[in-house]
């Protein structure tokens, strides 16, 4: 049975549909991320799920039974579901242990344990008013947990992090699934945060799921140049040019282009028949370097890791037959 079964749920929002016709189901243990524009509904699904918000049709099943919303509930919210939101709070004037012991249904040696897991077992006798934005997060995340929920529910949980604290999060939110058993369904707009983590991802645009499946599925296999656009940079390579680009002979159909990855490019200083292009750009990533190169009117990103090339060095790119995609 699954976990969490939504289906056909619809909002509208100053007469405007939030989201429509929204359905998808979560398995215990699996990570799910939502990614899409700022206004796509992400928020507003969560809140949904969690019983925060009401929809105006269909239905939140979780463990077997609806999910009331705020309209059915005297205190919204589901008491198995946790929602962390971007705009957490926590009480001010408090030492940590005392803002965890509110509803903390835990005894004593799992309380460690996630205390430990939440990396603020150190932060316990501090004043939350001596705290730092990510500590004050993990505590608030921690809050939540003590009820024992069985979904966790995270709102843009890395923003306004600074990367110390992103990577502690990361390892934290890793570990609560992995450790302590926890199903989690996260929003993100970055790709970084969502393609290493989870299991699936939900594309989401103006309200509506465009495209769902693994993270491998959708970065390399995206149905649209929205989905593309959200998961990293791209390129797109005309029928044209395709002949130069690829080792073997592959027909394009008509009206098709080749959709690349930068990193997916191989390539080759040693003059051939295939695409040749000048470096106009060096960007220094750190773990690579991304270029900028130019083939007449088309300007390609290219990822290597290769710290030889020069501005204005002229390059041919290829790639292999099994890399594309057609869009």
Request: net charge negative; hydrophobic share 40%; proline share 3%.
């Amino acid at each position: 049975m699954d976990l969490l079964h939504v289906s056909g749920i619809h909002k509208k929002i100053d007469g405007n549909f939030s989201l429509s016709d929204i359905s998808f189901c979560q398995q215990a243990s699996q990570k799910i991320a939502i990614a899409g524009e700022t206004g796509s509904g992400k928020s507003t699904l969560l809140k949904i799920i969690a019983g925060l918000v009401q929809p105006d049709a269909g239905t939140v099943i979780f463990e077997g039974e609806r999910v009331r919303g705020p309209l059915e509930e005297l205190v919204p919210g589901h008491k198995r579901i946790a929602y962390l939101s971007q705009h957490f709070e926590l009480r001010t004037n408090y030492r940590v242990e005392e803002v965890l012991e509110y509803a903390n249904k835990l005894t004593e040696e799992e309380a460690f344990t996630l205390y430990t897991v939440c990396r603020i077992d150190h932060l316990l006798k501090r004043r939350t008013d001596q705290l730092s934005g990510g500590e004050k997060q993990r505590i608030a995340l921690a809050r939540l947990l003590t009820t024992k929920p069985g979904l966790l529910l995270l709102d843009e949980p890395f923003s306004n992090l600074d990367m110390i604290h992103k990577s502690i999060l990361k390892s934290v939110i890793r570990d609560i699934g992995e450790e302590l058993n926890i199903s989690c369904i996260m929003v993100s707009h970055d790709p970084l945060d969502t393609l290493s983590w989870a299991n699936e991802i939900l594309i989401m645009q103006a309200g509506k799921i465009i495209q769902q499946g693994t993270p491998e599925t959708v970065y390399h296999q995206p149905q649209t140049i929205y989905t593309a656009a959200l998961l990293g940079n791209y390129n797109l390579i005309s029928a044209a040019k395709a002949s130069y680009l690829l080792k073997a002979h592959h027909s394009i159909e008509s009206g098709k282009k080749i959709l690349i990855r930068p990193e997916q490019f191989k390539i080759s200083i040693e003059p051939n028949s295939h695409l040749k292009g000048q470096i106009e750009y060096i960007g220094f990533m750190g773990a690579y370097y991304e270029l900028q190169v130019v083939s007449g009117e088309d300007v390609y990103v290219v990822r290597t890791t290769n710290a030889d090339f020069r501005k204005g060095d002229t390059i041919y790119l290829s790639v292999s037959a099994d890399d594309i995609w057609l869009i």
